[in-house]
């Protein structure tokens, strides 16, 4: 055979098998899209449904207060700096909108919870302040249905971002809805064994609405629906009288806020507080709650055996 033939039927063959491994070889050797969640619960959804294509720095991390986060310059800068950024909206991120103006960031920002109708905080211990009166609760995720709708607008938002891996977000957006799907039908199951008018719980702040609502129980708090806002003595006071005429058992500080006031209502109505719940962040890595999954099994199981009194 001719050398000059024989070398480009070798080429051609070599050009060909590449050409058949470079779909496998991109998504192997491609760097993950660059994205920002703003906070650690939200966080967890993002990385759940991009997997290794999806590289994500949370802003307000395990443990911390995304109410009263202030943003610093490293990570105005991380914002200007990523592909697409993920907040929870509702009103819960007072300062993304500032964020984004100063890092100029000019990508795609998803809201996660889009398309979910919210609900009005309760006010019926006239524990608001004016600014809070009438406001949207924005911790739609306590509601596992709700966090089915922020798992579609997530995966909607990443094949946006990466049409390469939209298949592979969908395929985790799928299993992911699946297992949530089961932690669903196991709250409702826990919560079923209860009888409804047993189902009280006293909390910080009101962190629980769309929990309450999903599941049937009721939640009373001192604050309002913002770690901002500022109990009132007359509101604590109604509190107490409630939990002491109605004799509810389950008193829980959260993770993110000032054990004090729960200690206070827990000394004035000898309810000893049964625990911590985690509202509005995931626990750190030796907590019981470092995935949304696991944060919400650990607050059920704690609410339940509190009203129980186990």
Partial sequence: MNPSLRHHLIASAIGAAFAALSPALQAQTSAPIKAVASFSILGDLVKQVGGERVAVNVLVGPGSDAHVFQPTPSQARL???????????????????????????????????????????EGEHDHKTKDHHEENDPHAWQSVPNVMVYVGNIAK??????????????????????????????IQRAWGAIPATQRKVITSHDAFGYYAQAYGVKFLAPQGVSTESEASAKGVAQLVRQIKKE????????????????????????????????????????????????????????????????
């Avoid at 990466?162 to 957006?173: K, M």
């Fill in 79 to 121: 914002v200007g700096q990523a592909q697409i950024v993920f907040s929870n909206g509702l009103g819960f991120e007072g300062w993304m909108g500032r964020l984004l103006n100063t890092a100029s960031y000019k990508g795609r920002h998803v809201v996660a919870s889009r398309g979910i109708k919210p609900i009005h905080a």
């Fill in 157 to 186: 938002g990443l094949c946006e971002a990466d049409a390469a891996g939209c298949d592979t977000f969908q395929r985790n957006a799928a299993t992911y809805s699946a297992e949530l799907q089961a932690l669903d039908t196991d």
């Fill in 247 to 310: 004799q509810i058992k389950a008193l829980f500080v959260e993770s993110i806020s000032d054990p004090r006031l729960i200690a206070q209502i827990g000394r004035e109505t000898g309810v000893q507080p049964a625990g911590e719940l985690f509202s509005d962040s995931l626990s750190d890595a030796r907590g019981p709650a470092t995935t949304y999954v696991a944060m919400m099994r650990a607050n059920t199981t704690a609410l339940t055996q509190a009203i129980k009194g186990h």
